[in-house]
């Protein structure tokens, strides 16, 4: 079996090492925690082909370095993150569940009051490390939407799977899945 995957996304080659969602379907691992040098070429290249927009969101926490150099490159002072619990300092929380590929038990992701009256009115732009099935993006979408925000893109660095064919989403580069002997599902 091949233990890696070797990916090629904004100028820059990566390793990722294959991991086992079930029997059937192994997923590339592709995290930029940590990884300065990609996240700022990720961030660049996706700011190249981002719609215009006032303030950036992303669902924590793969995404969150994604949506801080995206915004400091822009220019722009403040990203908002969609929370996995509320916090303390949250006042008036919404929120909603989610279900993703890498997770193995329902989520909640949440916004307060404050992350609401920064994004109503505004030109709101979703942004992730990988989208695969989408429920992330979806959940993000519902909490920008409940806000009174207007979601003018969503995008990520991978399409993963059935991601890759969606109309509604921009992105640098295909992940493909993988069989348990290391292959390209067709």
């Not at 997923?27 to 190249?48: H, M, N, P, S, Y």
């Not at 006042?91 to 992701?109: G, H, W, Y």
């Amino acid at each position: 079996m091949t233990n890696t995957y070797s990916m090629h996304v904004a100028g820059l080659v990566r390793s990722l090492p294959l991991c086992r969602v079930n029997d059937d379907l192994y997923i590339g691992a592709f995290v930029i925690f940590g990884d300065v040098e990609l996240t700022c070429a990720c961030a660049r290249d996706l700011l190249k082909i981002a719609p215009e927009h006032d303030i950036l969101i992303t669902a924590e926490s793969k995404g969150i370095p994604l949506a801080y150099e995206m915004a400091r490159q822009h220019g722009e002072n403040r990203y908002l993150i969609a929370r996995k619990a509320p916090k303390l300092y949250m006042q008036n929380v919404f929120s909603t569940t989610v279900r993703s590929i890498t997770t193995a038990k329902e989520q909640t992701l949440c916004i307060d009051q404050a992350d609401a009256d920064a994004m109503r009115g505004k030109r709101v732009l979703i942004v992730d490390d990988v989208i695969s099935t989408g429920e992330s993006l979806l959940a993000v979408e519902r909490l920008v939407e409940e806000a009174g925000g207007i979601v003018v893109g969503k995008m990520a660095i991978l399409a993963e799977g059935d991601a890759q064919n969606r109309k509604d989403i921009l992105y640098l580069e295909k992940l493909p899945l993988f069989n348990p002997d290391g292959s390209i599902k067709a």
